[in-house]
T-cell receptor
Framework: GESVGLHLPTLSVQEGDNSIINCAYSNSASDYFIWYKQESGKGPQFIIDIRSNMDKRQGQRVTVLLNKTVKHLSLQIAATQPGDSAVYFCAENSGGSNYKLTFGKGTLLTVNP | DVKVTQSSRYLVKRTGEKVFLECVQDMDHENMFWYRQDPGLGLRLIYFSYDVKMKEKGDIPEGYSVSREKKERFSLILESASTNQTSMYLC????????????FGPGTRLTVL
């Protein structure tokens, strides 16, 4: 979920388990969404994106689900590995003349071996 | 693959110094962005550029300027560095201005003493 203040929400899972990271987005007009992964001391890395005409999109070991009714986005990671440990955050854009990506503050995923 | 590079990973400067942060992308992207990232505040847009020599202010442009003389290069300038500009600076680029993925560089951790 979204962070409040200085402390990120955290999710701790065992290696091999599936992970689900959630994001509540703010703008009902948003029609493009991205998930990023950011490892400590590095720049955000694109994982997967989805447009509002879809409710599900799959990548390699990752699935993004979009529920426009409740303005909710989730990232599912299958068979989580230690290398998946990072901060994950979502971004939304309403397109058209709005160039800005609005970023969530992220969730810290820790994978225990 | 998109590659966005930043000139320095770590930088230490003194208050009042003029600081240049350089960013280069190799995918012929029209749009380039500068963000800063601070704990609890997430990513905040400083400036962006949608074409050579074109620039627009983002959400927090005060104390910064930018330069885009060539399509592949976008520079962020701190005219007179201050301690409150200590932060992680991230450059990004995208093909389309809206509704498109922004690809990030590795970041520059700037400390102003």
């Amino acid at each position: 979920g979204e962070s409040v203040g200085l402390h990120l929400p955290t999710l701790s899972v065992q290696e091999g388990d599936n992970s689900i990271i959630n994001c509540a987005y703010s703008n009902s007009a948003s029609d493009y969404f991205i998930w990023y992964k950011q490892e400590s001391g590095k720049g955000p890395q694109f994982i997967i994106d989805i447009r509002s005409n879809m409710d599900k999109r799959q990548g390699q070991r990752v699935t993004v689900l979009l529920n426009k009714t409740v303005k909710h986005l989730s990232l599912q990671i299958a068979a989580t590995q230690p290398g998946d440990s990072a901060v994950y955050f979502c971004a939304e854009n309403s397109g058209g003349s709005n160039y800005k990506l609005t970023f969530g503050k992220g969730t810290l995923l820790t994978v225990n071996p | 693959d998109v590659k966005v590079t930043q000139s320095s990973r770590y930088l230490v400067k003194r208050t009042g110094e003029k600081v240049f942060l350089e960013c280069v992308q190799d995918m012929d992207h029209e749009n380039m962005f500068w963000y800063r990232q601070d704990p609890g505040l997430g990513l905040r847009l400083i400036y962006f550029s949608y074409d050579v020599k074109m620039k627009e202010k983002g959400d927090i442009p005060e104390g910064y300027s930018v330069s885009r003389e060539k399509k592949e290069r976008f520079s962020l300038i701190l005219e007179s560095a201050s301690t409150n500009q200590t932060s992680m600076y991230l450059c990004a680029s995208s093909l389309e201005l809206a509704g498109d993925t922004q690809y990030f560089g590795p970041g520059t951790r700037l400390t102003v003493l």
